[in-house]
């Protein structure tokens, strides 16, 4: 896709040792100024001034070419409007001052996506909120295909001022504004929790590195527009929204009780049933329908009651 193709290449141009040209520069060219003055003061002082302003400008402007560059630096070569590639490499460099190198860092970089409110799949309104690692991959989209001018709203004498912003706060606010966009995007599709949705189907609760993988596919196929590319994507916040999270919490409690009663019901009637087939198989008791009714009664009230039940000794026959 023309979305997802580099557009970046290496700067082949002239790329000269800064220490080479630190020594012409700031020796040479002093030394010809002097030998310059030295030699047509008195022959030709009018030619002699002539070179010396020459000498001293392309000093001056030499001065222009010389920079620094780290690890995970680059910078965008243009000259004159026209791209001409990417240095990537470290170092002390001199290139033609005349050529414009727009500096672009490519080290990893943080945003913490404040939690925003999002009705999820069932329609509940739900806070969530994200962790996003990202980084420049190509450059030239990053530069030429990110506008980082910002209008200013301020007025002076009725005109609206607008000022340049820079490459990098324009970034920012491209990759926050469109996570924020699939963010929520993402969190509409499921269901905040198990309650909300069909048995076995994914949740924002429960889809843990799926919701994460999900999050970092789609944010970057939006990025790719602006050569970003998004390392890891995270959630971490998730809670419903505070106008619904007490109606929330009592149903999520009644869920668990019944959960539980579920559980305690289980394991009664196994133990009742394993009772009555011991009961059977050493013969220590033949008891007919009434009678396994009433003790199958007792010990479910037994077992399933919250408090402790208090005995009760039958003093009298078996069915009296």
């Not at 022959?43 to 001293?56: E, Y």
């Not at 939690?115 to 530069?143: F, Q």
């Not at 990098?168 to 469109?178: D, E, K, P, T, Y």
């Not at 966009?181 to 843990?208: F, I, K, N, P, Q």
């Amino acid at each position: 896709m023309e979305q997802n193709k580099n557009h970046e290449y290496e700067y082949a141009g002239t790329t000269v040792n800064g220490f080479v040209m630190v020594a012409v520069t700031y020796i040479l060219f002093p030394m010809l100024l002097g030998f310059n003055t030295w030699l047509l003061e008195d022959s030709s002082f009018g030619l002699s001034v002539v070179i010396d302003i020459v000498l001293v400008a392309l000093m001056i402007l030499f001065s222009c070419g010389f920079f620094t560059q780290q690890p995970n630096e680059s910078r965008v070569m243009v000259f004159f409007g026209k791209y001409k590639g990417t240095l990537r490499s470290t170092g002390f460099f001199w290139v033609n001052p005349l050529m414009n190198r727009k500096r672009m860092s490519l080290r990893l970089r943080n945003i913490d996506v404040e939690p925003i409110k999002v009705n999820d799949k069932s329609g509940n309104p739900v806070m969530i909120g994200m962790v996003l690692v990202w980084k420049v991959e190509d450059t030239y989209r990053a530069v030429f295909d990110v506008d980082s001018e910002q209008k200013s709203l301020s007025m002076t004498n009725g005109a609206i001022s607008v000022t340049p912003g820079n490459t990098a706060g324009a970034l920012a606010r491209f990759v926050s504004i469109q996570s924020d966009a699939e963010l929520r995007e993402v969190a509409s599709r499921y269901a905040y929790d198990e309650t909300d949705s069909r048995e076995g189907e994914l949740t924002l609760r429960s889809g843990g590195e799926e919701i994460n993988d999900l999050l970092e596919r789609k944010i970057n196929e939006r990025l790719a527009m602006a050569g970003i590319v998004v390392v890891e994507a995270r959630l971490n916040y998730l809670a419903y929204a505070p106008e619904i999270a007490a109606v929330m919490l009592r149903r999520q409690q009644a869920a668990a009780i019944i959960t539980a009663r579920e559980k305690i019901v289980e394991g009664a009637v196994s133990m009742v049933k394993m009772a009555l087939d011991r009961l059977k198989e050493d013969d220590v008791v033949e008891l007919d329908d009434e009678r396994k009714a009433t003790m199958v009664s007792n010990l479910l009230v037994v077992l399933c009651a919250d408090e402790p039940a208090q005995p009760v000794v039958n003093t009298g026959t078996l069915y009296q």
